[in-house]
């Protein structure tokens, strides 16, 4: 009788251990907010290690990384991603710089935007940014406008860049970018040039960029360039630290992790 308690007392133990396993992907059980590891909320030997502010986001399904690069971006937390998207692309197909009208403007907040999760879509803040008014593109004008949006590229003033006179101020500088080596963008490990959201207003359809050394350059909207997307998320939003061995990344919550 002994030897039977004794066994169903070892099987019933079994089967507890067994069913509270823990799943390959555990996260820590502190919960931290977003905002925390923000790029200007890290110490500077902190912030020297990129991981420290890097987030995981979902897009179609597979896990991609952003930094949280301003932890007051009007009201939001501002998240950039760290490689541009896959393949160049102009900021409109037609003649002109007006972004409010791009074609870039009008896939980043449709087909771009769908790529994420319905949990990451919702979280998404509208945003209101800075950009160049129309009639003054083509005229060597500078007066600006406000408008909302949600996923957006940034603006040519907020890199720390000194401008030119036919530039528009589209923003105050991000303290991400006042170290000069941020303002360069990997693709693959290989730097390369991307978009900014602000014409030269000298030109009817030319628009600023960064080149392969993150020093300010022009090309024709038409042109292609590569792209990296910025967006907002509440300050408050939770967070997880995943734990992959010796390294680790920071996850939303909800957002599906993937092997």
């Known amino acids: 009788m002994f030897k039977k308690i004794v066994c169903l007392i070892l099987c019933l133990s079994f089967c507890f251990l067994a069913g509270c396993a823990k799943p390959e992907f555990d996260f ?14 890290l110490d500077a030997e902190t912030a020297k290690d ?29 998240l950039l991603r760290k490689e541009p998207l ?19 403007n009008q896939y980043l907040n449709n087909d771009f935007l769908k790529s994420f999760s319905a949990d990451i879509q919702s979280r998404i803040k509208p945003s209101l940014i800075e950009i160049t008014k129309k009639d ?30 036919t530039v528009t101020h589209e923003g105050q500088i991000i303290d991400y970018f006042t170290i000069p080596e941020n303002r360069i ?12 959201r602000t014409p030269n207003t000298k030109y009817k359809s030319v628009m600023c960029g960064l080149d392969a050394a993150g020093n300010l350059n022009f090309g024709n ?21 995943h734990e ?15 092997k």
């Not at 990129?50 to 501002?78: D, F, Q, R």
């Open 136 to 165: 003054s593109i083509g005229t060597s004008n500078t007066y600006n406008e406000v408008i909302e949006t949600k996923v957006f590229l940034l603006g040519t003033s907020q890199m720390g860049i000194d401008l030119q006179e």
């Open 185 to 196: 963008a990997h693709k693959n490990g290989i730097p390369v040039s991307w978009w900014t």
């Open 244 to 258: 992959t061995g010796d390294s680790y990344y920071w996850v939303i919550q909800g957002n599906a992790l993937q």
């Open 221 to 241: 909207a038409s042109d292609k360039n590569y792209i990296r997307p910025v967006f907002c998320v509440s300050p408050s939003t939770i967070i997880y630290k």
């Open 50 to 78: 990129s991981k420290n502010y890097t987030i995981m986001i979902s897009e179609n399904g597979s896990l991609v990384p952003y930094l949280v690069i301003a932890s007051n971006y009007h009201g939001g937390t501002l």
């Open 28 to 41: 820590k059980l502190k919960e931290t907010k977003i905002v925390e590891i923000a790029y200007d909320e």
């Open 86 to 104: 896959d393949n160049p692309m102009p900021i409109t197909d037609t003649y002109g710089s007006y972004y409010a009208e791009s074609n870039l």
